[in-house]
Structure formats: C-alpha cells, structure tokens
C-alpha cells in the first residue's frame, strides 16, 4: 500500500516522477556515480574494507544505464528512491549505504538540476549561432540592397538590408556572451553539500566536481543548495534573447505582409476559407515561442519570490518543467526563425520599388546644403521639409524635384549633379561611411569581424560540450574516472 | 500658440518634460557638449571657418549648466529643443547650427539614457557593496553562533549564523559580478549614429565616445539607437538581485517574528490601536521594495515585446521612467535592508534556546552509527528516526537520549561520550569542516576570501567611477576635452 | 509527401495536433455536428436537394466519436483536416463539401477554445466549491479555538480560528462570483463568423449557439474570432484565486511550521538523510502551484499584447496549451490545498498554549480603561504599552497583571474581575460581537449564510453542466437536435 | 528629535506622506468624520456626557479641510496622525479621544485605499464610455467605407470600417460590464473592523457604511482588513482593457503607418533631422501606456504573493503608489486613444485604392462557385486559389478577372453580371448580412442598440457618482449626516 495519499500522489509524485524520467535519469545516475567514486576514496576504515562491495555498486550503477528506466512506483518517492530500490533488491541494503552515506537529495537534486539547465544553456548557443550563422550570409548577399527604414511607423532614411542585418548580429553577438557568463555562475557544483551542512564525512568535494565536468564546487555548502540565482540569471538571458527576437520576427511579418520578405513553400499555410491566401506562419509561430518564452519566465521568478532562502522546493523539483517549457518555447521559436531566414529571401526587386519612391533622402539633401550651399542646419531642414510638403500636394515624389523648385521656395541654385546625388538612396548609404555606417565597404569589414567573434564563439562551445562529454564517458565506464 | 494638442501636452510632453529635467539634464548637456567638440574637429570648409562660433557655442552650452533649467514650455516638445531655444535667442541660428548637424534626438536620447543608466549600475554596485560588508561584519561576529536551519519549514540541521550569511554573500558576489557585466554591455556610445545610419559627416564617433567615458562608439549605427537589449540585462540583474533579497529579507522577518533577531527602536513601528506592538517595519517595507523591483521590471519587458526593431519610442523616451523608478524601489530595499543589518543583532541567547531543544542532530547520530559503529546508512538512518519518535512520545527532546533508549530500540551500546558528542549541535558544526562547510575555521578562511573579493570590486568601482568624473569635468570645461 | 518543412511539422504542426487530439477532439466533433446542422437549415436549392447526403455525413461524424482518433498525418495540416480526409476517404468530396461550406477554422477553433475554456471554469467552480465546505466544515469545529493574528509578523490580537477561516471563505466566495461572470462573458457562440465576416450562405447563427449550449451568438462577427478578452478574464480570476490561495497556504505552512496545524502521513514526507523530518509537503507543492499559476497566467497576456486585433494565432492555437497549463496548476493547488483541510487539524492544546502567553489583549486593556475607568484612549493606550513593557523586564506575561502592577504605573485601581477578564483571550474574543467580529454566536450565523450562499452556487452550477451535457447528448444522436 | 531612524524616514515615511497628502487626504478626513459619529452614538455613558465635545472634534475636522495640509513632520509616523497632532494641540487628548477609540489604522487606511480606488475605477468608466462614443461616432460615418482585413498579416477579406469598430466596441462594452462588477465586489465597508478583530464598543458598522457611501460594511472583520482581491480583480480588468486597446491602437499605428488612418497636426511630431517626418505620437505613446499597465499590474500581484494573510503593509500602504501609477498609465493611454478617434480621419480615398487592388472576394467567388454553380465547396476553393495564382503571374488583379479566364482553368462559364457582383468589395459586404455580419443595414442596427446600452451604463455611472457626491458633502457639513 502505498504511503501516500492519492491526491498527493496524482497530483505531485507521478507527474513529477514521470518529468525525472524522461528529463533527468541519466544525470541521477552520473551524479550518483560520481558520489560513491568520491565515497570510494574516504579515508574511513569501514569504506577501505568494503572497496570490493563498493565497485559491486558502481558496476550496477553502471548496468541501470541499459535498462530501461522503472515505471512508476506507488510506493516510491521519486527517481531516486527508485533506483535505491533497484539496486538494494540486487546488492543488499549494506552495499547500497555507500550510496546514500553523506548524500541529501537536496544536494543531489540541485546538481542534476545545475547539469540539465547547463546542457540547456549549450543547445541554445549552438542554436544561437546557428541563426548568426543564417544572418550573416544574408547580410552578405545583401550589402547594397537599400532597405527602407521606417522610425516612428513612417519612412525615416535608407540603408541596406545588411546593415540592418549586422545590427541584429550584434546583439545576438552580447546575448552569447550573457550565455556564456551564464553558464560560468552556473558550472559549480553542489554535490557533498548534503542538506545544506556538509557531512562529517570528509568527502573530497573539488574531486566530485571534477567528476561531474564542473568548474569548481559551490563554495558555501548552504549556498549549494538554497540559492536559485543561476535559474534566475538563465530566465534574464532566455527574456533578453526572446525580446530581441521578438522584435527582428516582427519586422520579418511587415516585410512580409508587404511581399519584401518571402518565405517558401513549406512555411506558409493557406486558409480553410480564404482561397486566395499565403501565411508566413512560420514567422507567425516564431513570434508566440517569444511570448510564451516572457510569460514562463514569471513562473521561475514567482517561485523565488518571498520565499525562505532554504525552501528548496519552490525552485527546486517544483519549477524544473518550467525550465525546461521555457526553453522548449525559445528553442523552438530559434529554429523557426532559422529556417526562416535560411530559405526565405528578400524581394529585391519589390525592396528598389518602395526604394525609388519615398522622400528619406531629405536628411541628405538638408546635409548638402548645410555642406555645400551654406545654409545653417536649421534652415536647410526647413527648406527640405517644406519641399517634400509642396511636391506632397502637386503629387510629385522628392526623387522627381528640379532645380526650380527648390528655387521657388527662395532655396539656393542647385548643381543638377549634385542634386540628383543629394536624392539618391545609393549615394545616401555610400555617403554614410563612417564607423558602423550602412556604406557597402564599412559593413563588409563589420561582418568579417563578426564571423570571426563568431568562429571563437563555436570554439569556446566546442570545448564546453568537449568537457561535458568526456565526464559522461568516463562516469559510463567505472575505474576509469578522472583523479 | 502650442502647435501640440493639449491632451498630448498634459499626458505626454510636460511629464516627459518634467522628467527629463529633473533625471536628465546634466547628461543632455555632456552629450550636446562632446558632439560639438566631435563637429569642431570636422574637415569641412564650413566648420573650419567657424572655429570662433563653435567655441562660443561650447561656452553657452556650459554656461546653461550654471542657469536655472528652463520651464516647460508649450511651444516647444521637449527638454533638447528647449535648450535649443535658449541658445538660438542667445548666439543667433547660425552658430547654433554646428551642435544640430549630423545629430538627431535618436541618437543623442539613446546616449544620455545609457547615460543615467550606467549611474544607477554604479549605485547599485555601491549599495551592494556596502550590504556586503554589514554582512560579512555580521557574519565574524556569529562564526560559533549555532543557528537551526529549517527545511520544508521544519527543523533540519544546525549551522552557524556565519555559514547561513556567507551562503548569502556569495550570491551577493555573483551578482556583482553581473552588475559589472552589465556595465560592460551598456557602455558603448551611440553618438554619431544620427537617426540611424549615421551621418554624411565625418564625424570621428570613437573621439565622442572616449569624451563621455564609453569604453567605445556602438560598431553599427542601427545598433546604437534600436537595441534595447542593454535595459533588459540591467532589469534582469535587477529582478535577480531582488529575488535573492526577497529571500534573505523574509528570513530576517520570520526570526524577527520569534525575537531570533532584533530591530532597534528607529526600526520598529507600534500600533494605533495594540498597545503592545513592535512592527519590524524596516524589513517589511524592504520585502514591498523588493516586490515592486520586480513588477516594474515587467514595465520594461513589455516595452520591448513585439514591437519593431526600429520603433525607438517604446523602449526610449516612454520607459525611462520605469527604469528610474525601479532603481528607486530597488535602492530603497536596499537601503533598508543594510542599515537593519548594521544597526539590528541576533539574540545568542534565543539562538542557543531554540539549538538546546531540537532534533536537528539526528544525522549526525546516524553518521556515527554508520561511521563507528558499522551500520549501514539506511539502518542507521531508520533507528535515528525512530529514537526522535520514541523520545518525542515521552517528551523528551533528542538531546536527552540516554544510551539505553538506544538499546531499547535494538542499537548498539553507545560510548557515553561519543553518544554526547553526537547529539551536541556545537560538535554537529565543528565536525562539518569540509569544503564550504559551517566549521568556524572553514568560514573563517572563506570570509576572508570574500572580503578580498569584495575589496577588489570596490578597486574597480572606484576605476569605474574615476573615469566618469574626469570626463565630466572635462566636459564642463570647454577647451580641456581628451583628444 | 508532407508540404510542410520538417522545421514547421516538428515544431508547430506535430505537438499542436497531439494537443488537439488529447484536448479538443470532442469539442471538434460537436463543432462540426452543430455547424453541418445549421447548413442542413439553408434556404439553398443545393442544400435541399441533398438532405439526405447531409444526414450521411452527421451519422458519419458521429460514428468518428466511437473511433479512434487518428494520429499525426505529416501531409495534413491539423486535426480538423485530419477529421475533413476521413469523411472525404469515406463519403467523397461532395458530401463533405457541407461541412466545409461557410465554415473558417477561424470561427471554428475559436467555438471549441470557448468551449474548453467554459469547461475549465466549471470543474474550478465544483473545486472551489469544495474547498469552501471543507473550510466551513473546519470553522464550524473552531468557532471557540483562539487564533492569536499576528500583524506585521508579530503576535496581534485574538480571534478563533473560525473567525479566520470564514474571512477566507468570504473572499472565495467573491471569487466564485467572478467565475461566474467569466463564464457568461465567455458563453457566447462565434460559429458562422467563418473568417470574420460572416458567410453569404444565410446561417441561423442562433440555432447553431444554441445547438451548443451557448447563451447566444457574438453579435459581431469580427469580435467573435477576433477578440481575446474572454481567456484574459479568464487568467484574470485565476490570478485572483492563486493569489488569495497563496496566501492563505502560507498562513497553514507557518502554523505547520509551529505545530499548531497538522497533516496526517499521507500528506507529508521525510528527509533522505535527516532523520527526524516530517515536512508538510502538501502545502508546499501547493503554494507552488499557485507561484506557477500567476506565471503562466503572463504567458497568456504576453500572446496578445501588441499584435493587431486580426492577430488570431497568437491567443488562439497557439495559447490554448497555456491555458490548461495555467488550470492544471491551480487545480493541482486546489486539489492539495482541499485534501490538507480535509484530513489536517488545528492542534487545540498548542493553540492554547499560545494564546495564553502572548501580550494580545493589551487591546482590551486600553478598552477597558477608556470605557470603564475614564481615561482618554491615547492615555488608556500609553498605559497598556508601559505595562507591556515593565511586565516584560520582569519576565512575566500580559496575563499575570496585577492590580498593583497597573497602580505602580500611575492606572486607576482596578476591580480584580474586570482586570481578569480584561486580559482573558476567550472574553477578549466573545466582546467582540460588533457586525462581521469574531465572537462565537457571530461567526455561527455568518457560517450559516456562508452555507446558504453557497448552496445557491451549487445549485447555479448543476443549471450550467445540465444545460452542456444536454446540448452535447443531442449532438451526439444526430437528429434529435434542439430546434 | 525624531524616533525614526533616517533611512527608514527617507525611504519609507517621507515618500508616504507626500503620497497619502497628493492623493489621499480628503478620504482620511470623510473616514475619520464617519468614524467620529459613529462614536458619537454609542451608548457607553463616557460618549453620552461628551457630545458637546464630540460635535467640537467633528467641527475641527470639517476645519482641516480648508486648512493647508500639513508639511511632512519627522516626529510623526503618517498622515493620519498628523492631523491627530493638530486635532490635539487644538482641542486636548481628551476630545480627540473620540477619533482614536475603536479605531486602527488598519481598517482606516483600507477604507481610505478603497475609496480611493473605487473614485479611479469612475473614471476609468467615464472615459471608457468616452472612447465608445467617439468609436460609435467614427463608426456611423463609415457604415459603407470598405476596410480590407488583414489575417495572418495578410489580405484576408472586405468588410467595413463600422464593422471592425463596432466590434472593438463590443469588447469595450464588456469591459465596462467588469468594471461595474469589480466596483460592487469592492464597495463594502472595513471601518469599525478595527486592528481585524472588530472593537469591543458596538459601533454601527452599516451606520458607518452608509455615511460613506459604501454599499455595506464587509461583513467579516478580518476579511476587511486583510483581504487584497479587491485590487487584484481591479487589476485584472485594467490588464484586460489594455490588450484590448493595445490591439486596437497596434491596427491605428499600422493604418497610419500606410496613410489610411491620418492625425492631425497635433497629434504628430517632426523629427530633429529627417525633414520629412510626420510621426503619430499620439498613437505611439497611447501603445506605451498599455504597456506599461500590464508591467505596473505585476507589481500589485507579486505584493500580494507568498505572504501572509495578515500582512497587510505589502498590499496595503505599499503598494498604492503603483495602484495610481498603473491607472495613470491606463488613463493617459485612453485620454490619447480618445483623442486620436475624435480628431483623426480614415483616408476614404485610400481605402478604396486598397480595396480595389487585392484578392480578398475569392471567398465570396468559391461561395458563388459553390452556390450558383454547383461546385463542391472544395473544388470551388482549389479553383478560386489558382485562379488567383494564375492572375498574379499575369500581374493582374482578382477583380479583373474576364469569364475566359476561369474557363482556362476548367470552370464554369460564367454570367458576366454575377462574376463582376462576385469580385466586388461592396457586394462582398452587402451578402455578408447575416447577424453580427458587415452589411451596412446590419451594422447600424448594432450600432443603435450599442448607443442604447451605454446610455444606460451612463445613467448606472451617474447614479454611482451621485450617491458619492451625496456621501461627501453631507460629511463636510457635520449635522447633515444621513441616518
């Protein structure tokens, strides 16, 4: 019969068993590894006497990696319980006591939980890089493709796709690095924190950590396991990126509403009504992944929220499912936007069209005649202004003015060269050319320097996932553990 | 006559105005300043032949600085233009027109924000030092004070007052850490960047940026106005930093609330009505701040979702507010928070109370009889419960185990003095002197090591600061700008 | 071959057709019957001359009920197209071509959220209902247990426990209110609103509301596939509840914490390596429960905020899992929460033990001196607060007042009766039967009301569920639909 | 000397005081004159010998109300107990007894929050009822004026500027039905609940009630005083009200962002550098008020989180600053809106170029194909789709589509009169008469009964004010009480 009550059960120990099942298994047992590796070597004479029984253990630890994983127990706790019981019911409650000696859950918990969210925390730079990858050579393609930027809703000046681009680039460039630091606070390790005191048992924590592929242990036992701050820190970076997302898909929608902006056949829907209909659904779904990406991020922060710095369960078991939805969700929104940008394309043709007949060039034409014509900024502005206001009435565009015309509203005699040039959306960019300018060469320069940043970034991703692996590797074959 | 509506005056432009005036005056000026000086140095034709104006236009700039700030002013829609005004009725439109060329509210708005932003990071790093040091302070005063921590709200083991608030220093350390970091992020200059891709004049951004204390120009001009990714990382830091208060806070009020720890009278409310009422009000008021830190927080995540990358109007001039007022909540939290710690104490006496009469040694009796007397862990840890049962029947607490309640319950006899030794809270904390453990020693050496840290991270606030001042003073005084 | 990128599929199309299929299947089904009903109804010569292939193709939706449902088709977009292949497969295109005539699956995923939504508010309604009677069922119990309040975590005034546990009643109860008005908001049908503007085909749109047990039609079509302020009434109340929950969770996890509440076995769990833990983990993941709530209630507004009104993926198909998210929790809370008032109980001896060593009645002291001995109330309070205070240097409590203790202080020479039961936590409360007051008579008849009031829900819920089960057993028997 | 430390005035009572002195004052004078006569008709023998003094007391405090209010006094704790220091140097402790007897500040400020709010959640009403007079407005001009809706971002379907109106305006109509919820689940009475448990004086909790124009007293006294839902569901409806106007205004930015929605001058703004700019401010801030509303809103529920049922400082005095501020915001944002609708034009010219230009009548064109010529709905949807396809590769328009061209692909040949009726916009709307449809005739019937039904919410708004205005002024005036 089981010991708990069936609400209780229904409504925690199952669900929650069933999440440590499929999310978190294979970290219980490199963790439970790496504790009795770091028991193995307690200088103790009851420990010294019982290597053989001691190996026995790991060995079976070893071998539940094959089986498959047990079903839910109504009589169990929860995972770890689970395998406890596997392994008495094989080796004896004495050969199992190496196990539990020294161990809290709440220590064991916090380290597979700080290793779950650390893999996360390495999907999501790849995949972050990923799409850098995919703006990049967009960008590339698109160095002197004028785009028209609008500030406010409305028109504002040209520049180019790429440069625009290079801009997202460079944001995605500081949220690897926010990634990055995230991962450095949370590379430490909890294990031999036992409840929050330590043990009198005199484990060599620096040795399970290694184990483990961590940094370093936590340097405060109680730290080790009531503090929530690297969940919290992961949440911030996992918004952050999210709210940048949110913005680049949004431009992606307008552009595409507008046909600047197409996405293939395999990411558009049709309508079951509307004949006539092409969704940019893809761009569409990207956009809610960043949303529910913001929304569960409160579920993480409401549960550190006014509670006791040693109530673990709140952020601890209880909140895991939020972790990981919340990255789910931002995940998923990556890879949609990804393939997006990967086989989508924009509209050249379409982009040169809305190019040839808005009046952004004004700025430039106020710059000219501040340069070259004399008039203070001020005058040259309201000069401009009031030429797009009368060519507005007389249906004319700003790239169709004459000379008389600014003539006519007691402007300087323009040069037609140097007029046609002050209107040219090309000479616009080429002109802007000074550091972090939309000009062709200044931007070209810009994206070499950001593969590069970029290539470090996969080498420094590289060599995590590189450490990672070979703990696991050397935790999956007992007697071959790093010392 | 107003050219502005008056329900956008009354709800938009005179408390942007207001605001600006009051938050942002100065560093408006710092930035007028530096972009003149940037167009003094421009290769033009014009500005060459202008020396003498422009060096009159920095003169009236710093002589604003000295002049009371102009009132609202319904003619004009905000804080630059007014400033505009004043200098244009002073030095005619002519002379005015070198600090208007190649500027645009985009740029110059972004830059004073990031600005006011990076002071209130060097705030923050300040006050977070100082509650740093209450507590270590604390924390040396209390290496030998047995504090019973509590798990799932019940008793679970003792450490020291030490260890608990050196588990709190440390996350303390990491988010300064992330302060610093985000003030890494934060500090690149926008100026130059025009209203998004830059200017046809070759102004020199890397000049402007070192003039105001950026560590460097943004390398992409859209980048520089549209990015709001630097107000996220520093509102992220901001809700971690308040969880993890709201965490330590609720400890202080919860041993507030059993005379664990004690407020002074300056601290403490009493009652219009209970005659007997001492409120911890300090902490209370500190939990609020904490919370509202939080829920502003989402004022400027809102700001930023699923909006254009180009609409700079969201996540600029109509948050700046939020971010301010999330500093004040925050600071104030702290504020209170510090001077609790300073100026309140814990009650030894209390404290050694609640430690005489718990069972919180339970596992270390279990070590033992694991440890000395060749029990497994599960038995050992099945008789050391049932030992608490027992004695809690005949109401006796764990303390009073005579070695025959042990042997009525099947264990093995017990030395007298190894039986003591088990169940002494002080011999519990003594014996735990592993790694990051509670053992006077061990916290000893690690408050040490923090002590240093923290002295470091005042080094380099210092450095932060230094530099911030010099460029203002350079500023201020026209003609001893940094070339 | 699937039209779909495999990005799309896997990550949008796939996991939103296996929520459909756990979730909205019959709410599909019922949907469709209700819709193809209506058409039947049409004045259209081609609808008249195919009665009988409409009756084939109501038999055939009906006999989808008793099948499995299918799994995932890579080459269909969702489960209604997975549902429109099978009728086609089995009846051809014609037949079929009256279910899809006038239908959008804008109106129609639309119906089936407010459908599922409506069901959702209903099983809160019958859970909320019940932890009412276990909270009457308590405070009848306690209508003479004295509760010491606590104010600003300080030992307040007494009350009974009753007292407390009717004032949380007295919120749910306005809570229930707000279910109640949710789900009339929500009961309103958007069927025959197609995409948004309505079909040319002439839909009795009455009909197919009341075909499905809703109030009426929306009474525009663009609001009813366009507007989402039903699912953030929805959230809104759900926000309310958990907070009102977490809060009073959190009064139960202290008393637990003190012994003066307590949860029988099933409802606790002990420690892996303390040995003496009894947690009170019901509580606990309850209150986490309600932390998660209020979290993923964020999810749902940050779906439709700053999207256009004809934005209907971001609070439809792509929220929808959010909202059952949001109502696992919180029933899951629900659930613990009723469980842990059912089968707990307030320990009495501990409670009174407390309330006989507190300063409490300091309150009625100063009553007492105003009402009876003539003093100002300021001077009644100051005279309380004195005594409080010499009393505590002498160690002694509130209650062991003497009549020269209040001489000493310069009070008046007390009767020693009124001095005794102006001290007496039990007088204190029973004096206190003012409208709304703890006394025991007045929280008797307060609980009757309570009792009564919620009968009335009762009732009022039993109307709605009869009015869905009805409506949904005569979709099932294809015609004997309601006219 | 003041017995509050410095940090604790600067941070905590000083900025409360400025606080309850803006925007509380009147509240405290009517709840104190409220409490004052109900005191003065106990029936202790000490209040009936005093009613000469009683009266004096209720004199003075009609008096404060002309007086200026007091600076902020750093011996003082708050507002409250300044006036009482005024109240005392005028008349002696003795009178002023009267105000203090079986009052606490516990259900004085709740009473004083509450009346506060319940006046924010009138004017919230008022100016909602504003917005739909201005959108009823704008809609009866435009009951014929072809809006093409976009869905998925993409030309979906014509229907009419009314239609789209009248449907935002449905919502509203809702919102309002919350807000008068919310304000009866608020508008009972705390006062004469004293600290929570009631007082021992029989004070007439409904007399109280009514001198303040409560509806009743709340009739559990901890329920009055601890209770926080009653500003969590006033909350909850602001959230849902800025969604609403959230995507409302997103629709007005785009319309403008294309020229079919157009401000007037001052409600747009230039830009410091591009001449040419005309920004839709109005519209742009209105967003950002929204925006900050959801943000705001957070900080109301995370002070209600995870605390205790008797804490009332979190949701109490500390959190109506952000109650104010999240109005504020709301009110701005509806204040513009209003604006915007009043003064700004739908630009028919370009509504009817857009409508002529897209393929959104193909549904109407499959309705036709299936009605007329007896195609199956899917077969008539295939063909209407590559019809389209197959025009946009000649460059053409759906709407010029020749009787040839459907041949070509296999259809029916069709009369030239039903073809042209098919394809046209205004046929489109004029068939879509169903109910809740487009068609003009449709729409003005809506229209009306919307006008009917806020004019009885205005009636409902005036009543409510007037019962409050009643309330006040019979309080200003002592002897003109009602009984």
């Keep these: 019969m089981s010991p708990f009550h069936e609400v209780y059960r229904e409504n925690v120990l199952k669900p929650d068993y069933r999440f440590a099942r499929q999310h978190l298994a294979e970290h219980f047992l490199n963790a439970m590894t790496a504790h009795v590796l770091t028991v193995k070597r307690l200088d103790d004479a009851a420990v010294q006497a019982h290597q053989a ?46 196990l539990r000696l020294g161990l809290s859950r709440n220590d064991l918990d916090m380290t597979v939980y700080k290793m779950r969210t650390r893999d996360l925390l390495l999907i999501i730079i790849e995949h972050l890089c990923k799409l850098r990858q995919a703006l990049l050579r967009q960008a590339e393609e698109h160095l002197e493709t004028i785009l028209i930027a609008y500030t406010h809703h409305q028109p504002g000046q040209p520049t180019t796709v790429a440069h625009y681009l290079a801009a997202i ?16 606070h949370l590379n430490t390790c909890p294990l031999g924190a036992a409840a929050l005191a330590g043990s009198s048992h005199a484990l060599d924590r620096h040795y399970t950590a290694r184990q483990l592929g961590f940094d370093a242990p936590v340097s405060n036992t109680y730290d080790a396991v009531a503090s929530s701050d690297w969940q919290v820190e992961f949440v911030g970076v996992m918004q952050n990126i999210a709210l940048t ?3 680049f898909v949004n431009d992606l929608i307008i552009w595409s509403s507008q046909g600047l902006y197409v996405l293939p056949d395999g990411l558009v829907q049709g309508s079951s009504i509307m004949p006539q209909k092409r969704n940019p659904v893809a761009l569409e779904h990207a956009r809610t992944r960043f949303s529910r990406t913001l929304g569960s991020s409160q579920m993480v922060l409401y549960s550190s929220h006014n509670i006791s710095y040693a109530d673990l369960n709140d952020f601890g078991p209880d909140i895991q499912g939020a972790l990981i939805s919340l990255f789910i969700q931002l995940d998923g929104g990556l890879a949609l936007l990804t393939t997006s940008l990967e086989d989508g394309w924009f509209d050249r043709e379409k982009l040169a069209k809305q190019a040839a007949c808005t009046d952004t060039t004004a700025t430039e034409l106020a710059d000219v005649l501040t340069r070259q014509y004399d008039l203070s900024f001020q005058e040259a502005h309201r000069l401009a202004g009031e030429l797009v206001k009368s060519l507005c009435k007389k249906g004319k565009a700003l ?32 002109r802007r050319n000074g550091f972090g300018g939309p000009a062709p060469e200044v931007v070209r320069k810009h994206l070499t320097h950001a593969a590069q940043a970029l290539d470090k970034n996969l080498v420094r991703l590289k060599q995590l996932k590189t450490t990672l692996t070979e703990a696991q590797q050397n935790l999956q074959a007992p007697g071959k553990e790093r010392v």
């Design 399 to 430: 790239q169709e003015t004459t000379v008389d015309d600014l003539l006519a509203l007691g402007g300087p005699k323009f040069d037609e060269d140097i007029l046609r040039a002050a209107l040219d959306p090309d000479t616009f960019v080429r």
């Design 53 to 98: 029984d001691i190996d026995k253990l790991l060995a079976a630890i070893a071998a539940l990696r094959a089986e498959p994983l047990p079903e839910y127990d109504a009589e169990i706790p929860d995972l770890y319980f689970s395998f406890n019981k596997k392994l008495e019911a094989q080796l004896g409650q004495d050969s199992v006591s190496f």
């Design 169 to 184: 680039d460079n944001v995605l460039a500081r949220h690897l690095t926010q990634l990055f630091n995230a991962y450095r």
């Design 245 to 247: 997302l949110s913005r």
